[in-house]
């Protein structure tokens, strides 16, 4: 075997748990190979292609190693692939950006405040500033 379809290899390369979320990242533009976005999942790679994925906001570039129909283990999956210096660094940088500057939006709950929450934003905002429009101090007595 010296081609297979990028879906199958991305399935049996463990990159998606299953082929139709492969198919469908695809159908997205997601994949490209040696550079040329793929279009359809019937697409063929060989050994020596690079596959570019995005992911999370993050490319992520590989070299294929060897190929598979069939999914195998992890340690199996590793050999198929080697994934580029670039992207290794890229990967490395992202990790460092997550650890010292978190994303504001994570630490956001779902959807609107509860009971509880709502009044724990009410008793705060009594708290606070109170009904003061600004940071100037008003004079009554004038």
Do not use: C
């Not at 019937?42 to 294929?64: I, S």
């Not at 109170?130 to 940071?135: C, E, F, L, P, T």
């Amino acid at each position: 075997m010296d081609k297979l379809r990028i879906d199958k290899w991305l399935w049996a390369a463990r990159f998606y748990k299953t082929r139709t979320l492969a198919t469908d990242e695809i159908a997205k533009g997601r994949v490209a190979v040696n550079g040329q976005d793929v279009n359809k999942p019937a697409r063929e790679v060989k050994v020596g292609d690079t596959v570019a994925m995005r992911r999370e906001g993050l490319t992520r570039t590989v070299v294929v190693k060897g190929l598979s129909e069939m999914r195998g283990p992890a340690p199996v999956a590793q050999q198929l692939y080697e994934e580029t210096p670039e992207s290794l660094a890229e990967r490395e940088r992202a990790v460092q950006q997550r650890r010292y500057a978190p994303e504001p939006a994570n630490s956001i709950e779902h959807g609107r405040p509860t009971k509880r929450g709502r009044r724990d934003l009410e008793e705060q905002s009594r708290q606070g500033w109170g009904d003061r429009w600004s940071a100037s101090v008003d004079d009554e007595n004038k």
